[in-house]
């Protein structure tokens, strides 16, 4: 039986992946590729980027507190450098919000689940993106971040869904494990047309893909 309801990550599968700002800002300054995310990702909850993300830190404190980390790490990385890439490379992607609305057409509830931060670029992309879905939740507005179950479970909610009838898609294993566990259906997004194809099966709707 389909899906009643489908979940967007948006970075790396509505929008172009910030993974590879970050590996790109690696190379140039010859650090190996993925370290900068894995200390993201050790910090956890207590860290820098997620405290941003829950709506924690400004920015001018987010820099303060993420370059401190880095530095104790050994790295001289600079979070405002890393702000500037992101706000220049993470643009729209024409097949996804395509699919967004061949769902809605055809009577499926469709929602946005993003980690995100306060900044003029990301309200701006938020608000392009906001009319395309029924249900639009953003970490820093609701002061939660995946991948903790109680931000999955409020987007079942907004959308009248059991987690069990509703499909979630990101690009991060560990975000997809969360949504897993309380009974959704799962895509991870590598290849977005492979993807698609995927939630074409899932959902019974013709993505295009």
């Not at 009319?131 to 931000?151: A, C, H, M, W, Y």
Request: aromatic content about 6%; hydrophobic content about 45%; some cysteine.
């Amino acid at each position: 039986m389909p899906v009643d309801a489908v979940i967007f990550d948006l970075g790396g599968v509505v929008l172009d992946s910030p993974l590879a700002v970050f590996i790109e800002y690696e190379r140039e300054l010859g650090i190996e590729p993925k370290t900068i995310n894995r200390h993201i990702s050790a910090a956890g909850a207590a860290g820098a980027w997620s405290k941003l993300e829950r709506g924690e830190l400004s920015m001018a404190e987010f820099y303060l507190a993420f370059d401190s980390e880095m530095a104790a790490h050994g790295l001289s990385v600079s979070g405002a450098a890393i702000m500037e890439r992101l706000s220049s490379r993470t643009a729209v992607r024409p097949q996804a919000v395509q699919a967004i609305r061949r769902l809605r057409t055809a009577g499926r509830k469709v929602a946005a689940l993003t980690n995100n931060w306060v900044s003029a670029d990301q309200n701006s992309k938020m608000d392009v993106l906001r009319s395309e879905f029924d249900v639009f939740i953003e970490s820093t507005r609701v002061g939660l971040r995946k991948p903790d179950p109680r931000i999955y479970q409020l987007a079942c909610r907004e959308l009248g869904v059991e987690p069990a009838r509703a499909a979630f898609l990101d690009d991060i294993g560990a975000n997809l494990k969360a949504a897993r566990e309380l009974g959704m259906a799962t895509i991870k997004v590598v290849s977005l047309p492979d993807a698609l194809r995927e939630l074409s099966a899932l959902s019974g709707v013709d993505l295009g893909a």
